[in-house]
């Protein structure tokens, strides 16, 4: 049972990635996926979620740019970032939470992806 998140790379400010978080061994369907990111020097901070019911919510500064979706048949949610900044530079987790929720907390969540990194620089 895990979470392998993947997709990070170097990109400039403007540009676009889109990050994967894919499950192994059970099925997504049942949970709440959520996208932290960290920064140098930061604390990891919630920025967006899917409910089981595939609602969607963001926190404000990444809103109107990043976009998630999931592909339960494929157990893999993604998150398609656009008008990159370079504060927008950290480290990118996934994680599972089986509540129907969209919660900050991270001891909300049960299981977490590795972290994939995101540097926005030109």
């Known amino acids: 049972v895990q979470l392998q998140a993947s997709g990070g790379g170097l990109v400039q400010p403007g540009g676009s990635l889109r990050l994967s978080c894919k499950a192994s061994g059970f099925a997504l369907d049942y949970y709440s996926v959520a996208w932290f990111r960290q920064a140098p020097g930061k604390k990891r901070d919630w920025i967006v979620c899917?409910?089981?019911?595939?609602?969607?919510d963001y926190r404000n500064p990444v809103r109107g740019r990043f976009a998630v979706s999931r592909d339960n048949a494929k157990s893999t949610v993604y998150l398609q970032m656009s008008a990159l900044k370079p504060e927008d530079t950290a480290v990118y987790f996934c994680?599972?939470?089986?509540?129907?929720?969209?919660?900050?907390?991270?001891?909300?969540?049960?299981?977490w992806g590795q972290g994939t990194q995101v540097t926005v620089s030109s």
């Open positions: 994680a599972t939470s089986t509540l129907d929720l969209c919660v900050v907390e991270e001891e909300m969540y049960n299981l």
């Open positions: 899917s409910r089981k019911n595939d609602e969607k």
